[in-house]
């Protein structure tokens, strides 16, 4: 089954795949030309129909986004975010080094739909190579003349931009990358309003992930109901899966939304590493809840059955945890990197990631005190829904899970009085 | 003002300015510019920058201390960035930093003498699936083991 549903990695395995001629040899660009022979509005119906959700992690419908834009006469924009940053996931990374033109494809035919005129992919700074892949894409597509002041020759203008980020997680949240973009620091904004009604350069915006855009050349060519096709009902479609942890074989996977997960690990990625036991699953990037090895079995990833067990299926990013692994160093690197991250616009966050990351260093130098669990649980509640952006949930999810989960662990942990192991990991030097 | 961009350096944000409606939002390019030209980003080349783009010196420190990959102090000829977030840790990151600090006998922040080589460990680099890796300058290097690390750094201190 996950074999025959490749759409947005179908192309990667090709010599040549980031090149525009690989592409066109597929039937690229033949989607945003028959986009831009339909009407706008029926550009973005037939995204909705085909139940795309947005694959940056809240999984919100794409087409109804893109049918938020106002119809005034004000310019538009598009921004794309590839700000890649939630610990676990690499996804993104793959379709602008293997297959940048399926984002521009994708590109033109969200810009037709919403009729901006420009479009900006936010890459966060890190990521040299793909950066130089999206713009060599750009500009072999403006050399075809499917960009630029006449695209396909039909009177459309549309011009697309690369934008370098400079390392802050937080521009990952889309009004924080918003004002990056508008070279300002990445706080992100109050809404609303919100981006549709007044985005980048005060103008209608609609921020969408990589993934998100990448799977619409597939969706205009083919229709909705071939997307739906693949996937569950009110999860349609392929997703791309970015494994990462104690597993043979990790790396980025196209399987349908609804994909037993035990699968995913056992037959994709080709079981757990050097035949570990699983003690647990981070299943959407590192802000979502840890599932126990338990919770994992007949688990299905798709948005429905992942919230069900508690969790979410956040950006597709499955951090794979063997027996062995010590949680209460695991979860102070996260509350470290929340804390190092947090922008420090609200109170709550600012002071909140930074406690955390305190009281989880205390407990790994043999300082902690039972009581101090207590603590990160309210100070994960408090947090959580108190400030403008995301970032403080997502900081709150693994403290909140990692601690109730395996509070036994934590416990004795404490009662022991362990000094941190200077290795704390079961795994050295094996890849 | 002492620091000036070389003409191509001129030239090219020219270019970038053009691909916005605002000046401001070439601030970020400028800044990359900036810090290829001139090795890091002082105080002095901030004020530059604010000088060609119309910006205050407050707002552009503003912003070039917001951003973890604009350095604002001198860094060897190799930025050597080790990742060591939770996915890399599950793979040895933590001793595979350890090994390389060994190696290059600096510390965390630190710089060799000779000023080839400064160690970062820094949080997720996006390539999780491929851990343990680092980043030096510009390039991704993957699946790390003390094997490939020794033979990267070796090509390195002799380039």
Known sequence: MADEAKILSRNWGKPDSHKIETYLASGGYEAARKAIGMKPADVCQVVLDAGLRGRGGAGFPTGRKWMFMPKDDRPRYLLVNADEGEPGTFKDRDIMRFDPHMLVEGMIIACWGMQANAGYVYVRGEFVEPINRVQAAIDEAYAKGFLGDSIFGSGYKLDLYVHRGAGAYVCGEETALINSLEGKKGNPRIRPPFPPQRGVFDQPTTVNNVESIAATPFIIANGAEAYRKFGTKDSAGTKLFSVSGHVNNPGVFEVPLGYPLMDLINVECKGMLNGMRLKAVIPGGSSTPILTAAECQGLNLDYESIAKAGSMLGSGAVIVIGEGTCLVNSLHVLTHFYAHESCGQCTPCREGTGWMAQLTGKIIKGQGKVEDLDLLLSLANNMSGNTICPLADAAAGPVKSFITKFRAEFEQYINERKERNPSPWPVGFKN | ?159
Do not use: W
Not at chain 2, 34 to 60: D, I, K, N, T, W
Not at chain 2, 77 to 87: A, H, S, T
């Open chain 2, 1 to 159: 003002m002492a620091l000036e961009f070389s003409a191509e350096a001129k030239t090219e944000l020219e270019a970038i300015r053009a691909k916005y409606p605002v000046a401001q939002a070439a601030l970020l390019p400028a800044l990359y510019i900036a810090q290829r030209e001139f090795g890091h980003v002082s105080l002095e080349a901030m004020e530059y920058v604010g000088s060609l783009l119309g910006l205050s010196p407050a707002r552009v420190l503003g912003v070039a201390t917001f951003y973890t990959m604009f350095n604002k102090e001198a860094v060897g000829k190799y930025l050597v960035q080790v990742c060591m977030n939770l996915p890399c840790c599950l793979r040895g990151a933590e001793e595979m930093f350890n090994y390389i600090s060994k190696k290059l006998g600096v510390k965390n922040g630190e710089t060799t003498k000779d000023g080839k080589f400064t160690l970062m460990k820094v949080e997720c680099l996006g390539a999780c699936g491929s851990a343990p890796m680092m980043q030096v300058n510009d390039d991704y290097y993957e699946n790390l083991t003390p094997a490939k690390v020794d033979e990267i750094l070796a090509r390195l201190a002799n380039a």
